[in-house]
């Protein structure tokens, strides 16, 4: 019996505010959508409506994620980032503006050793993204 292959999938933990990432990580890129969602209902155990199970695709990458209903001493950390291989500078700067906003930048978009345009940033629900210019003067 032939095995199936292993998918391994980028989870997303927030609480309270998945849908609301969703959303917004959706309206930046081009061929993104919220795939399927399943919601608390009155019977919980989460707050009724919020995210129990969410898919998401960012060009062509899925993403997982939940409103965990259990208080958590963590949160997300810069250690592990969304990597975004950008076209173009305006490109790069239209989203390191977007995510940046109620975020906090951790380093600003500029031209370091490794990139001659790149930007880091942690967005507004604490995801680390890391925006790099593709092509001529990229990496």
């Known amino acids: ?15 309270g505010r998945a849908e609301e990432a969703m959303s917004f990580y959706t ?6 959508e919220v795939v399927d969602i399943s919601r608390y209902d009155a019977d919980g155990p989460g707050e009724a409506g919020t995210v ?3 898919t ?13 209903y ?14 975004v291989e950008c076209d173009t500078a305006a490109e790069l700067d239209r989203l390191y503006g ?9 380093m600003p978009v500029g031209s370091y050793g490794f990139s001659a345009r790149f930007g880091w940033v ?3 629900f604490g995801v680390s993204w890391q925006l790099n210019l593709n092509g001529p003067g990229g990496s």
């Open 1 to 15: 019996m032939a095995s199936m292959p292993q998918k391994i999938t980028t989870f997303l933990m927030f609480e």
């Open 27 to 32: 309206s930046l890129f081009e061929d993104a």
């Open 52 to 54: 129990q199970k969410a």
């Open 56 to 68: 998401f695709s960012l060009a062509g990458q899925r993403f997982m994620c939940i409103d965990s």
């Open 70 to 83: 259990v208080k958590h001493a963590f949160t997300f950390t810069p250690a592990v980032s969304l990597f």
């Open 98 to 106: 977007a995510l940046a906003e109620g975020g906090a930048e951790l």
């Open 122 to 124: 942690n967005d507004r």
